[in-house]
């Protein structure tokens, strides 16, 4: 999981607790209240992903960039090769 995603899913449930916090409460049943959040979206992010990378769509883009790998870094030295020569060709400043 990205770190960015899980960052963000703590700031949310930092900001779900404290605006659930009716009274205020000690700082400890804040922190197991955000502990319990995030923990859930956690479990819920690692769910998402996972049925994302088990889908069939998921499967064939894996598959289809496996197949396609070779093909893909030949393209790129080509384009390598060319952008070399242009360079070459271009007069000095």
């Given at each position: 999981?990205?770190?960015?995603?899980?960052?963000?899913?703590?700031?949310?449930?930092?900001?779900?607790?404290?605006?659930?916090?009716?009274?205020?409460?000690?700082p400890e049943a804040l922190?197991?209240?955000v502990q319990e959040y995030?923990?859930?979206?956690?479990?819920?992010a690692k769910s998402a992903?996972?049925?994302?990378?088990?889908?069939?769509?998921?499967?064939?883009?894996?598959?289809?960039?496996?197949?396609?790998?070779?093909?893909?870094?030949?393209?790129?030295?080509?384009?390598?090769?060319?952008?070399?020569?242009?360079?070459?060709?271009?007069?000095?400043?």
């Amino acid at each position: 999981m990205k770190a960015s995603l899980l960052l963000a899913l703590v700031c949310v449930a930092v900001l779900v607790a404290g605006a659930r916090a009716d009274t205020p409460e000690e700082p400890e049943a804040l922190v197991r209240k955000v502990q319990e959040y995030a923990q859930k979206a956690t479990a819920m992010a690692k769910s998402a992903f996972g049925m994302v990378q088990e889908s069939e769509v998921a499967q064939h883009a894996r598959q289809w960039l496996a197949d396609n790998t070779d093909l893909m870094k030949q393209r790129l030295a080509w384009l390598k090769e060319q952008l070399a020569q242009l360079w070459k060709r271009a007069p000095a400043a």
